[in-house]
T-cell receptor, first 113, second 116 residues
């Protein structure tokens, strides 16, 4: 079946540091890939997506590229802010699986001023 | 606001009691998904509907769980004889397009269940 593995946290950074969160997946066919974010006390929000190989999703300064050859979708941001402190979830979905989402375990990121 | 609402937002119950949650998805969207998220984990799929039809149930959904979507609009998730292990956040989601053709999903705020 489908599965997503992402690096465990917490990840603690200083403001303006570079952030990378690794995500790899196992899936049949050609899944779509997503990053969701959960800010403290808030619901799950879609951050970005990529639907085919070599697509780059981007939003709010975050980027992730769909790498089929390495089955990866790593999240990056060049200069984090305190407001980026949150839990980040990598996820995939596929038509063969009814488009249901399979999530990784989440990575907590804490940005200190 | 994603357009998905859930009620109640919080529920505290005693072990052995029955509870029911409601989800109102994005208006006129054909598909509706339920997930469960326990503390420190990613959400896990429970079940989904295409209009009124329940098309798939996860093995996480034991016989004590039942979900319905009687008119193809709102959905309810009932847990009978609750156990402490049922304590979790229950999330509802709508896909990004009315016919469910897009893969991304938009989530409601969730119902946090605590079983004492």
């Amino acid at each position: 079946g489908n599965s997503v593995t992402q690096m465990e946290g917490p990840v603690t950074l200083s403001e303006e540091a570079f952030l990378t969160i690794n995500c790899t997946y196992t899936a049949t066919g050609y899944p779509s890939l997503f990053w969701y974010v959960q800010y403290p006390g808030e619901g799950l929000q879609l951050l970005l997506k990529a639907t085919k190989a070599d697509d780059k999703g981007s939003n709010k300064g975050f980027e992730a590229t769909y790498r089929k050859e390495t089955t990866s979708f790593h999240l990056e941001k060049g200069s984090v802010q305190v407001s980026d402190s949150a839990v980040y979830f990598c996820a995939l979905s596929g038509l063969a699986a009814g488009n249901k989402l399979t999530f990784g375990g989440g990575t907590r990121v804490l940005v200190k001023p | 606001d994603t357009g998905v609402s859930q009620d109640p937002r919080h529920k505290i119950t005693k072990r052995g009691q029955n509870v029911t949650f409601r989800c109102d998805p994005i208006s006129e969207h054909n598909r509706l998904y339920w997930y469960r998220q326990t503390l420190g984990q990613g959400p896990e799929f429970l079940t989904y509907f295409q209009n009124e039809a329940q098309l798939e149930k996860s093995r996480l959904l034991s016989d004590r769980f039942s979900a319905e979507r009687p008119k193809g609009s709102f959905s309810t998730l009932e847990i009978q004889r609750t156990e402490q292990g049922d304590s979790a956040m229950y999330l509802c989601a709508s896909p990004g397009r009315r016919d469910g053709g897009y893969n991304e999903q938009f989530f409601g705020p969730g119902t946090r269940l605590t079983v004492l």
